[in-house]
């Protein structure tokens, strides 16, 4: 029942800006981490940035200075702001919600494509 529902991704050019946006149905997670990975091609899934519940965010650090995330707990959501983005952006960006227990929640995904 629980759903992370991600949009946003598409074809930017280097340079350009996309906004992410994940909304999550089925229950509230105002008290959980949540965060956004992405899996290049031929690479394995990683970390890009998290926020904390308070608020407190961290970023990888081909992230770091380039992206934002932020989240609006009234909403159920999150956001990442992506600009200056280059095609090493180019990946399929996931949504996390972190559980206790380590049963994380995860959206379906949606691509971005950095080309020009």
């Known amino acids: 029942q629980v759903q992370l529902v991600e949009s946003g991704g598409g074809l930017v050019r280097p340079g350009g800006s996309l906004r992410l946006s994940c909304a999550a149905s089925?229950?509230?997670?105002?008290?959980?981490?949540m965060g956004w990975y992405r899996q290049g091609p031929g690479k394995e899934r990683e970390m890009v940035a998290t926020?904390?519940?308070?608020?407190?965010?961290n970023y990888a650090d081909s992230a770091k200075g380039r992206f934002t995330i932020s989240r609006d707990n009234a909403k159920n959501a999150v956001y990442l702001q992506m600009n200056s983005l280059n095609p090493e952006d180019t990946a399929v960006y996931y949504c996390k919600v972190f559980i206790i227990g380590g049963l994380d929640f995860w959206g379906k995904g949606t691509l971005v494509t950095v080309s020009s």
């Open positions: 926020i904390t519940s308070g608020g407190i965010t």
């Open positions: 089925g229950t509230m997670f105002s008290r959980n981490t």
